[in-house]
């Protein structure tokens, strides 16, 4: 059983930048971030495989967010930056069960609990 759990949420201006962070109780293998905003399903933000080396976003994110990870920390982040008010939602970081990165929520087995990005116009 990985615990994750999230932090680095708040409330921005549009244009400005946060940083999330999940940290992780055991070892995973790829990991993402996901949203969700009231009434309405939860959506895939970005993913990135156990090396780091392979990453995906959603199109909405492309060239402004970033996800990395470091393995010995057991630590993943988000770098977002020039954020939007449709960015507003609660972040959800995941581990997926096995090396391959899918933007499916189905496909990943561990959740953290969220923190919430506020972007006022």
């Known amino acids: 059983q990985v615990q994750l759990v999230e932090s680095g949420g708040g409330l921005v201006q549009a244009g400005d930048s946060l940083r999330l962070s999940c940290a992780a109780s055991?070892?995973?293998?790829?990991m993402a971030w996901f949203r969700q905003v009231p009434g309405k399903e939860r959506e895939f933000v970005a993913a990135?495989?156990?090396?780091?080396?392979?990453?995906r976003y959603v199109d909405s994110v492309k060239g402004r967010f970033t996800i990395s990870r470091n393995n010995d920390r057991k630590m993943m982040w988000l770098q977002m930056n020039s954020l939007k008010t449709d960015d507003t939602a609660i972040y959800y970081c995941?581990?997926?069960?096995?090396?391959?990165?899918?933007?499916?929520?189905?496909?990943?087995?561990?959740w953290g609990k969220g923190t919430q990005v506020t972007v006022s116009s």
């Open positions: 990135i495989s156990w090396t780091g080396t392979n990453t």
């Open positions: 995941a581990a997926g069960k096995d090396v391959n990165i899918v933007p499916d929520t189905s496909y990943y087995n561990y």
């Open positions: 055991g070892v995973t293998l790829s």
